[in-house]
């Protein structure tokens, strides 16, 4: 069955500093590959994705990800921390674009210390 | 573009009423729209397909007598909570995907936050 793992409920940054948050997914075709923000009792908000082509996707407020196919992974990273980036991120596999079904991760919860 | 609502936004009901969740595609139209539930510090877990004019598809051990779900239009899905219990207090959001995207991109309402008393 497909997963999603993220590595780390928590992260802790200071402004200006490198954001990095980590994404494992298992899946025996590639997926396609979502990175979700979410701020207190809201929806959430697509940040990037992967589909197909470049393997570095950069997405809204400066974030970028990179899908590494032997790694399994999906990192998101941003090179420095805002604020108004203090949000739970989500990361979320569609195994299959036939039923459009998205796995989530457990979630990383940003914090962005002044 | 690519608005989703959800009405109410926030609802407390006595336990064993109904509610109905209202989740609408404002500028798209969608044949396609999922109902998750969020427990608090958790992540998202799907509950249902809802496909318009057709009967949803819901998850391994998810009730379908007690989450009702129509799709009566391409812009407008309905989830009701039959008999809610204080269980069933949690995060409801639903998100569509615009037609002819082929499933790919999935937009988010803000969420309805349930309270059973």
């Known amino acids: 069955a497909q997963s999603v793992t993220q590595l780390g409920s928590h992260v802790s940054v200071s402004e200006g500093a490198l954001v990095l948050l980590r994404c494992n997914y298992s899946?025996?075709?590639?997926?396609?590959l979502f990175w979700y923000v979410q701020y207190p009792n809201q929806g959430l908000q697509l940040l990037l994705k992967?589909?197909?082509?470049?393997?570095l996707v950069k997405g809204i407020n400066g974030f970028e990800a990179e899908f590494k196919k032997s790694e399994t992974s999906f990192h998101l990273t941003k090179p420095s921390a805002h604020m108004s980036d203090a949000a739970e991120y989500f990361c979320?596999?569609?195994?299959?674009?036939?039923?459009?079904?998205?796995?989530f991760g457990q979630g990383t919860t940003l914090q962005v210390k002044p | 573009g690519a608005v989703v609502s959800q009405h109410p936004s926030w609802v407390i009901c006595k336990s064993g009423t109904s509610v109905k969740i209202e989740c609408r595609s404002l500028?798209?139209?969608?044949?396609?729209m999922f109902w998750y539930r969020q427990f608090p510090k958790q992540s998202l877990m799907l509950m249902a397909t809802?496909?318009?004019?057709?009967?949803?598809?819901?998850e391994q051990g998810v009730e379908k007598d007690k989450f009702l779900i129509n799709h009566a239009s391409l812009t407008l899905s309905t989830l009701t909570v039959t008999s809610a219990h204080p269980e069933d207090s949690s995060f409801y959001i639903c998100?569509?995907?615009?037609?002819?995207?082929?499933?790919?991109?999935?937009?988010f309402g803000p969420g309805t936050r349930l309270l059973v008393l």
């Open positions: 998100s569509a995907e615009i037609a002819g995207t082929g499933r790919k991109t999935q937009y």
């Open positions: 899946s025996s075709v590639p997926p396609y």
């Open positions: 992967y589909t197909t082509g470049a393997t």
């Open positions: 979320a596999v569609m195994p299959s674009s036939n039923t459009g079904k998205l796995i």
């Open positions: 500028d798209f139209q969608a044949t396609t």
């Open positions: 809802s496909n318009e004019g057709s009967k949803a598809t819901y």
